[in-house]
């Protein structure tokens, strides 16, 4: 550190990572809104926090809070939009403005019980998407589940394909920056991305089983959605270029059981590659939403390009250690997460959790990473766990 011995901003610490320099600590930074909005709902949010802003809540745990905001939005050119709710119309809208395509759950009533079904009209056809909302997920703090995919039938695939060739970008940079002003030096606000094409497809436009069907059966089909959805990220990232941010994030919800190693050099590694260099001639760091096991696809992520996971979870989350992904990633990608849920519930003895934070600060020493739970914060989470890690990491100088 220089002259200034003021501790460093948990903004300050993640950008050092990122940008290859020293912070002064290891920054540790996720995401608490689950866990404050479903004790909220349930009423077993603890008082001291009752009443407290997330930013004043993230200050009270000593977490950096961490935000991830589409910097842009999809204006779904032709489309006739409709909606209800529990069997009544909600929504109505032409050519609507969506966060991302074709999850449009930002059209959803999220604090409410019930089901909603939306209506995507085209003169070639419509899309229907079905939203469910549970009492126990508002308990966990979640979102709303999709229950019906866009691409169920062969007469899908012609819709898909209107809506992505005249879809258009929406920059909300402005906002973007709003909400990483409000958000201030104590967090780091992501801009993140939609996923790469497979895993779109994968995850957005069909349920995981008929995709699987799908690639084998209508190869086709499935090939000309794949150019389609690299043509819309590649502009994307295009149109990003006037977005001064030093990070982007591709949401891809990665796991390897789904995306493996044989999908993932034929879909998913040349589809990195290519993307990590555009975002580089930028001047951008790249990472991906890595939230899943990861075990089979440790060695090919270290050749994608990307300098960041985030997310990364270890035991006893997935199968395998977090020194095993330690040791095949000595040269990048930068681990985001390493802490896993688990260890922050009752059921797991409070000794075993201090002995593997005090073991993972030990294994890392001052190799670069960015501490966060994989995936984040929940409801069925001890804070004061999560306050102690934050007061462990900032009492381990570098």
């Given amino acids: 550190m220089s002259a200034d011995t003021r501790p460093w901003s948990m903004r300050e610490r993640v950008r050092a990572v990122l940008s290859g320099q020293k912070p002064d600590r290891h920054p540790f930074i996720d995401r608490l809104e689950l866990w404050q909005k479903g004790l909220s709902h349930t009423g077993g949010l603890p008082p001291e926090y009752a009443g407290l802003s997330l930013n004043a809540v993230h200050e009270k745990v000593g977490i950096g809070r961490q935000k991830m905001q589409s910097p842009y939005a999809l204006r779904l050119r032709g489309v006739e939009m409709t909606s209800t709710f529990n069997g009544e119309p909600f929504a109505a809208e032409s050519e609507p ?12 009533p999220q604090e409410r019980v019930g089901e909603t079904h939306i209506r995507l009209d085209t003169p070639v056809g419509a899309l229907t998407v079905e939203y469910v909302m549970l009492e126990e997920m508002l308990a966990a703090g979640a979102r709303c589940y999709l229950a019906k995919h866009p691409i169920t039938s062969d007469d899908d695939y012609r819709v898909v394909e209107y809506i992505l ?12 920056r709003a909400v990483q002003a409000h958000i201030g030096d104590i967090g780091y606000v992501i801009p993140m991305m939609e996923r790469i094409p497979f895993q779109q497809l994968l995850i957005d436009y069909f349920d995981s089983v008929s995709f699987f069907y799908a690639l084998h059966d209508n190869p086709t089909a499935i090939a000309r959605l794949l150019t389609l959805l690299d043509e819309k990220v590649s502009d994307t990232i295009g149109r990003l270029a006037d977005l001064d941010e030093l990070y982007v994030e591709i949401g891809d919800n990665l796991e390897g059981a789904m995306t493996n190693p044989n999908l993932f050099r034929q879909y998913a590694l040349p589809a990195y590659q290519r993307y990590t260099e555009m975002l580089h001639a930028q001047g951008k760091r790249v990472g991906s939403h890595t939230d899943g096991n990861l ?13 960041v996971c985030e997310s990364v979870a270890a035991a006893p989350l997935v199968p395998y250690p977090f020194a095993e992904i330690w040791a095949a990633w000595q040269n990048g ?7 896993p849920t688990p260890l922050l519930e009752a059921r797991i003895p409070e000794e075993e959790m201090r002995a593997y934070v005090e073991g993972l600060l030990e294994t890392v020493g001052d190799r670069p990473i960015i501490f966060g739970v994989s995936d984040m914060v929940l409801p069925v989470n001890d804070i004061e766990r999560v306050a102690w890690i934050a007061q462990t990491i900032e009492a381990y100088p570098l």
């Fill in 165 to 176: 060739e005249r879809i258009e970008f929406v920059p909300q940079f402005d906002h973007f």
């Fill in 295 to 307: 075990h089979s696809l440790l060695g090919l992520l270290a050749q994608s390009g990307l300098d």
């Fill in 97 to 108: 403005v969506v966060p991302r395509f074709p999850d449009v759950d930002s059209l959803v």
């Fill in 333 to 339: 990608p930068i681990i985001w997460g390493g802490i």
